[in-house]
């Protein structure tokens, strides 16, 4: 273990346990994290950040500028919590009923409010630190409103890093993979229109329900006929809404669509896949039909040579078995893709152990890893920041 690992283990492992811990009893929602930029905001202040709230709606951005170093690099955590009622049986268990960070979320947001203590106390960097508090990951929504905000042009920065803890892998291990390593997402939802009709009655209706079905089918064409197996890519329907009673046949039927493409020419081509079958759906059944599409998607990219240097960097803080290169890949998406569009970035991942993964009612974050993470952050911060 390395003299700063142990430091941060020492000072700060108690006092990022406990922002943990009272993040993790009151989780918000997607751009409702009021109370949660108001807590990071109230410790910015108190350690001497400029503190600027309200971007992108609820994120919170703290600056610190030590000496006259010219670089500015820029450290993420998201805040948002999801919809889910948690089961785990911690004593620390979420407070507000059906909503749980069954993310990691507020230990992202913990890890990076004890690295921001140690780093304002000790202040042994020059240049400047820009600590991006985000809200709405998990809707992709948070980085394009910080960035549509000004984030960029109020807060110039060469570098932006990201960290998130992914269960299967080994607690306490940070991996690290250069080039594409998280998929676009479209978040899309069809509805389709057709005539309502009593049950008994099916010739005086235009049924959307029975439309919606065969699209539900055609749409899974796209990846087994259209995809190549050596390309990845997921249409997934997670949501079908269409009537109340067993006797009535419906007006409409809705369809909700998560769809991942791992290269940006195979999202084009299935994004086109899923317009045009859907058209050809609504003609044969006679229904007319809106899409609407949400945030379009982004390919999460490291920067090879920025990643080269971030595995050196976790290497000495942590020590070369703890850091893991090449590492995996996800089907999964990330907002922080859209930074990195912007800027030079990073995006590694800490490891949780053998937990249920995130998103699951039973996922709970290992607190160990919480000295890791910040230990990186600041490990980062005090070699770009030289």
Request: a negative charge.
């Given at each position: 273990?390395?003299?700063?690992?142990?430091?941060?283990?020492?000072?700060?492992?108690?006092?990022?346990?406990?922002?943990?811990?009272?993040?993790?009893?009151?989780?918000?929602?997607?751009?409702?994290?009021?109370?949660?930029?108001?807590?990071?905001?109230?410790?910015?202040?108190?350690?001497?950040?400029?503190?600027?709230?309200?971007?992108?709606?609820?994120?919170?951005?703290?600056?610190?500028?030590?000496?006259?170093?010219?670089?500015?690099?820029?450290?993420?955590?998201?805040?948002?919590?999801?919809?889910?009622?948690?089961?785990?049986?911690?004593?620390?268990?979420?407070?507000?009923?059906?909503?749980?960070?069954?993310?990691?979320?507020?230990?992202?947001?913990?890890?990076l409010l004890g690295a921001?203590?140690?780093?304002?106390?000790?202040?042994?960097?020059?240049?400047t630190l820009n600590l991006?508090?985000?809200?709405?990951?998990?809707?992709?929504?948070?980085?394009?409103?910080?960035?549509?905000?000004?984030?960029?042009?109020?807060?110039?920065?060469?570098?932006?890093?990201?960290?998130?803890?992914?269960?299967?892998?080994?607690?306490?291990?940070?991996?690290?993979?250069?080039?594409?390593?998280?998929?676009?997402?479209?978040?899309?939802?069809?509805?389709?229109?057709?005539?309502?009709?009593?049950?008994?009655?099916?010739?005086?209706?235009?049924?959307?329900?029975?439309?919606?079905?065969?699209?539900?089918?055609?749409?899974?064409?796209?990846?087994?006929?259209?995809?190549?197996?050596?390309?990845?890519?997921?249409?997934?329907?997670?949501?079908?809404?269409?009537?109340?009673?067993?006797?009535?046949?419906?007006?409409?039927?809705?369809?909700?669509?998560?769809?991942?493409?791992?290269?940006?020419?195979?999202?084009?081509?299935?994004?086109?896949?899923i317009k045009s079958i859907?058209?050809?759906?609504?003609?044969?059944?006679?229904?007319?039909?809106?899409?609407?599409?949400?945030?379009?998607?982004?390919?999460?990219?490291?920067?090879?040579?920025?990643?080269?240097?971030?595995?050196?960097?976790?290497?000495?803080?942590?020590?070369?078995?703890?850091?893991?290169?090449?590492?995996?890949?996800?089907?999964?998406?990330?907002?922080?893709?859209?930074?990195?569009?912007?800027?030079?970035?990073?995006?590694?991942?800490?490891?949780?152990?053998?937990?249920?993964?995130?998103?699951?009612?039973?996922?709970?974050?290992?607190?160990?890893?919480?000295?890791?993470?910040?230990?990186?952050?600041?490990?980062?911060?005090?070699?770009?920041?030289?």
């Amino acid at each position: 273990m390395s003299t700063l690992l142990q430091t941060i283990a020492t000072e700060q492992a108690e006092k990022a346990k406990a922002h943990f811990r009272h993040l993790h009893q009151h989780p918000e929602m997607a751009f409702e994290e009021h109370e949660t930029a108001a807590y990071i905001a109230e410790q910015l202040k108190s350690w001497g950040y400029e503190v600027t709230t309200g971007i992108g709606k609820t994120g919170v951005v703290g600056r610190l500028k030590v000496g006259d170093g010219k670089v500015s690099i820029g450290l993420r955590a998201d805040t948002d919590a999801l919809p889910v009622k948690e089961c785990a049986d911690l004593p620390y268990k979420s407070k507000v009923e059906g909503r749980s960070h069954t993310c990691g979320h507020d230990a992202h947001t913990s890890m990076l409010l004890g690295a921001a203590e140690y780093l304002a106390r000790t202040k042994q960097f020059n240049g400047t630190l820009n600590l991006i508090f985000q809200p709405a990951e998990e809707i992709m929504g948070g980085a394009p409103a910080m960035i549509k905000d000004g984030l960029f042009d109020r807060f110039p920065m060469d570098y932006v890093f990201g960290l998130h803890n992914m269960p299967g892998l080994d607690a306490g291990k940070i991996y690290f993979t250069g080039g594409p390593i998280m998929a676009a997402v479209d978040n899309w939802e069809i509805e389709l229109t057709g005539k309502g009709s009593h049950g008994s009655m099916p010739e005086k209706s235009i049924d959307p329900l029975v439309a919606g079905a065969a699209l539900v089918m055609s749409l899974q064409t796209i990846v087994s006929r259209n995809v190549a197996p050596k390309d990845s890519s997921v249409v997934s329907v997670g949501a079908f809404q269409s009537g109340d009673a067993g006797n009535v046949i419906p007006q409409t039927a809705i369809l909700r669509l998560s769809v991942r493409n791992s290269t940006p020419a195979t999202r084009v081509m299935v994004l086109d896949k899923i317009k045009s079958i859907t058209k050809a759906t609504a003609e044969a059944y006679n229904v007319t039909y809106e899409i609407r599409e949400g945030q379009p998607g982004a390919i999460l990219v490291n920067d090879e040579s920025q990643t080269e240097k971030c595995i050196q960097i976790a290497s000495e803080v942590l020590g070369a078995e703890n850091v893991i290169t090449p590492g995996p890949t996800f089907m999964g998406s990330e907002d922080f893709a859209f930074y990195a569009q912007q800027k030079p970035s990073v995006y590694g991942f800490i490891g949780n152990g053998d937990t249920p993964m995130v998103h699951h009612p039973m996922y709970a974050f290992d607190e160990s890893n919480l000295p890791v993470g910040i230990a990186y952050w600041v490990g980062l911060a005090q070699n770009y920041l030289r």
